[in-house]
């Protein structure tokens, strides 16, 4: 007798019944817990679960010399690097959609099964990586 059988005799023989609950109640359930642990929350801790849900965060991997360099650009302008990012990405996509970059000459057939492609630095991106580099280094930083 397998584990749910042994389970099903235990049950049986204590007198309790098995209830089989319909999804759409099991849903109604869950919401209604899921509203009274909202309505436990102090002030502070609601509106920041209101400002966590409208956040959408992610990671990425870097280069460190990109990393270094969006330290000092959110040092440079006060910002944090999180709005420094938003800002330069912001304008990557708005020149990507515009067609002024491409990945066309930057990718290699990726290992993973996720996805198709890998995106590497080409010589034109590791030059301006290594201009930028001199700038910053001229400026004292």
Do not use: H
């Amino acid at each position: 007798m397998g584990r749910a059988g042994i389970a099903g005799a235990m049950e049986a023989a204590m007198g309790r019944q098995t209830i089989t609950i319909d999804p759409a109640v099991a849903a109604i359930i869950k919401d209604g817990g899921e509203r009274q642990r909202k309505r436990r929350r102090t002030t502070v801790q609601r509106s920041q679960a209101a400002r966590d849900a409208k956040r959408r965060r992610v990671t990425l991997e870097l280069d460190p010399r990109v990393a270094q360099m969006l330290d000092r650009i959110a040092a440079e302008e006060g910002c944090s690097q999180a709005s420094a990012a938003n800002l330069l990405l912001c304008d990557a996509v708005t020149r990507y959609v515009g067609g002024a970059v491409r990945f066309n000459g930057n990718r290699r057939a990726s290992r993973s099964p996720r996805y198709e492609w890998v995106v590497e630095m080409d010589g034109k991106a590791e030059m301006v990586l290594a201009s930028l580099e001199r700038e910053l280094e001229s400026r004292g930083e």
